[in-house]
């Protein structure tokens, strides 16, 4: 019987071709639309995360604010933190500026960087090769690259390495280390791949209006985050006189970002949910328009021998048809639809766990909920009424 | 076998109330052939409808094979109508995506007979209308006659007690119309089903060795009685 009963329900949709397939669009959209919703929400999330990850979770990032823009920091008492605040495990205080370097001939502008010697441990950088400034390189004439500004630096002929000259406005600087590719963090208010890194002193020769505005600290693995900007703020404001400090912590970054990557999913959720509600919508529509041509069949059926139960199985099990195979080819436009979206976003790609299923089953759920009422109206339908049907 | 015993059907459309079927009482026996004829609106298909359990009377009681068939709920109707009465109408009303044998076996599968066992029972019924080498041939492939051959034995597959037949030949031409009328009476012979056709045709119904004429929702004429003087 049930053999039967879904050759039947195939036959009917084969036989109106047309119908079957616009309904069958609308299924399958609705179905892609959300599992590539949910696939794309997943891949934006595991980025975030992985951004966080380089970053790590236990920083925070200091800027001082004075009443006309960025103010200085007290970098004394900044570097006594970690003696006097057991939260604070490292800090590092850093100059932002940015201008043009040279190297045989090609002319790039970068991020510059005045940094101490703790910098690249605390924003986690490594070196692809030589080593990163030390305590005793504050006078010398000593440059670290990011290595994205290494790559475009370099001529096919001379590639920047360890030991190429540099030139800044007037100085020229000899290159003692080169960064290892990392993720922007979005923590940092500079890409580390596009900078250059210099001593606190000579960052002050080439960078125009220099100001100690910024630091960035990493905290002891068990510290509260909250607690330990506010610890801070308040260590810091004897120094700061008018000015005050802000102090942004990756948790909340974090919290903050992913409530927006809720909403974001959310959104496109409802996006793909709208899309399956037209979808069934259309099998509902194309059930109608079967029914009312298939009266006389209903009627005969049910003059030999149908019961309602019999009539409402058969077109529900078209409906379910007509859904599972548009969530099926559903399916397959979704994760296509991901797989373009990671590749124009150069993001990892990954199949959130639950898109498949969720999508696979809204879809059979819409289209048999959307079928569920045709399939109702056509076993209540009277059979003498149904014959006469012309 | 099928009793009806004052049988009435009026139907209510707005305030005015139409009585269709007047108190008509009917004994059919088993193998009997009958026909009933009438003018338009003389309710000869509402009696129809009523003997094939797709409408109900408003008065009166119906009994077949001395089961009452009125107290049924519309799925056991279902299950009523599978066992007791096969259908044959005008325009055949094969499923035009089924194949031959498939149309014949559709009482059966509501039935739940398997599927195997179904396409033997439904090509021996075949066979016996005389469409043995038509089987898996589709509605459309056939010629009027041959798709009311496949509606009879579709009607016959389930050993019904009854065979109603709204017009059966209307849609054919006279040569075809005979040999439908032959397989019936065949048929009624063979099988000693109870035959029961509704025609416009005199020709056809001068076959029946019963006659019955319904005239305003009243049984007018009953050739099994004597005649009423007048």
């Given at each position: ?207 125009s ?49 992913q ?12 996006v ?34 149908a ?12 409906a ?26 150069g ?26 009422y ?6 209540r ?10 | 076998?099928l ?9 209510r459309v707005?305030?005015?109330?139409t ?9 059919l ?5 009958a ?6 609106g ?54 035009p ?5 498939r ?58 007690a ?38 416009h ?23 099994a009685?004597?005649?009423a003087p007048?």
């Amino acid at each position: 019987m049930l053999k039967q009963v879904m050759l039947e329900a195939v036959g009917n949709l084969l036989a109106s071709r047309q119908r079957s397939i616009l309904a069958l669009v609308g299924i399958m959209v609705g179905a892609g639309a959300v599992i590539a919703m949910l696939a794309v929400g997943g891949i934006a999330r595991n980025e975030t995360l992985r951004q966080f990850r380089q970053m790590g979770t236990d920083t925070l990032l200091l800027r001082a604010e004075s009443a006309n823009g960025l103010g200085t920091l007290p970098q004394a008492v900044l570097e006594e933190l970690p003696r006097t605040l057991p939260e604070v495990r490292q800090i590092a205080p850093f100059i932002l500026g940015g201008g043009n370097a040279g190297h045989e001939g090609q002319v790039r502008s970068g991020t510059f960087l005045g940094v101490t010697e703790q910098f690249a441990a605390v924003a986690r950088l490594t070196l692809a090769e030589g080593r990163f400034l030390s305590r005793h390189d504050r006078f010398e004439p000593f440059v670290v690259l990011g290595a994205g500004m290494a790559r475009e630096l370099s001529t096919p002929y001379a590639r920047v390495r360890v030991g190429s000259q540099i030139r800044v406005g007037r100085y020229v600087f000899t290159v003692i280390g080169v960064l290892a590719e990392s993720l922007q963090s979005p923590m940092m208010p500079a890409d580390a791949n596009q900078a250059l890194f210099f001593s606190l002193a000579n960052a002050r020769r080439v960078i125009s209006s220099p100001q100690l505005s910024w630091a960035v600290a990493r905290l002891a693995p068990e510290a509260d985050a909250d607690a330990a900007a506010e610890r801070i703020r308040a260590a810091l404001a004897p120094a700061m006189r008018e000015q005050s400090v802000q102090v942004q912590s990756a948790r909340a970054l974090i919290a903050g970002m992913q409530g927006q990557m809720r909403l974001f999913t959310l959104l496109l959720g409802a996006v793909g949910s709208i899309a399956l509600v037209l979808g069934g919508v259309g099998v509902m529509n194309i059930m109608l328009v079967s029914i009312q041509e298939r009266r006389r069949e209903i009627g005969l059926r049910l003059a030999i021998g149908a019961r309602r139960r019999d009539i409402s199985t058969l077109f529900l099990a078209e409906a379910a048809t007509l859904s599972v195979l548009g969530g099926v080819l559903g399916i397959g436009l979704g994760v296509a639809g991901a797989l373009a979206f990671a590749r124009m976003s150069g993001w990892a790609f990954s199949l959130s766990p639950e898109a498949i299923p969720v999508g696979a089953g809204v879809s059979v759920a819409v289209g048999v909920f959307f079928g569920f009422y045709p399939a109702v109206m056509a076993s209540r339908l009277d059979p003498i009424v149904a014959l006469r049907t012309e | 076998m099928l009793e009806l015993e004052a049988i009435s059907r009026s139907f209510r459309v707005g305030p005015a109330e139409t009585q269709v079927l007047r108190g008509i009482s009917l004994t059919l026996a088993a193998g009997e052939m009958a026909s009933i004829m009438g003018g338009s609106g003389s309710g000869k298909t509402t009696l129809m409808n009523i003997i094939g359990l797709l409408d109900r009377p408003s008065e009166g009681a119906y009994r077949i094979r001395g089961e009452d068939v009125l107290a049924a709920r519309p799925d056991a109707l279902s299950g009523l109508r599978n066992r007791l009465i096969g259908f044959v109408f005008q325009s055949y009303l094969l499923l035009p995506r089924l194949n031959a044998w498939r149309n014949v076996a559709l009482p059966l599968m509501y039935r739940g007979v398997a599927e195997g066992e179904a396409r033997r029972r439904a090509c021996e019924m075949l066979e016996r209308v005389g469409l043995s080498h038509r089987t898996e041939h589709f509605p459309p492939q056939l010629s009027g006659g041959q798709r009311q051959r496949v509606a009879i034995a579709r009607a016959l597959v389930g050993e019904p007690a009854v065979l109603l037949a709204d017009e059966p030949t209307g849609a054919l031409d006279p040569t075809t119309s005979q040999e439908i009328m032959d397989l019936f009476l065949e048929m009624n012979a063979a099988l000693g089903v109870l035959v029961l056709i509704i025609t416009h045709d005199p020709g056809v119904a001068a076959q029946c060795r019963r006659r019955l004429v319904l005239e305003g929702g009243a049984l007018a004429h009953d050739s099994a009685r004597v005649p009423a003087p007048c």
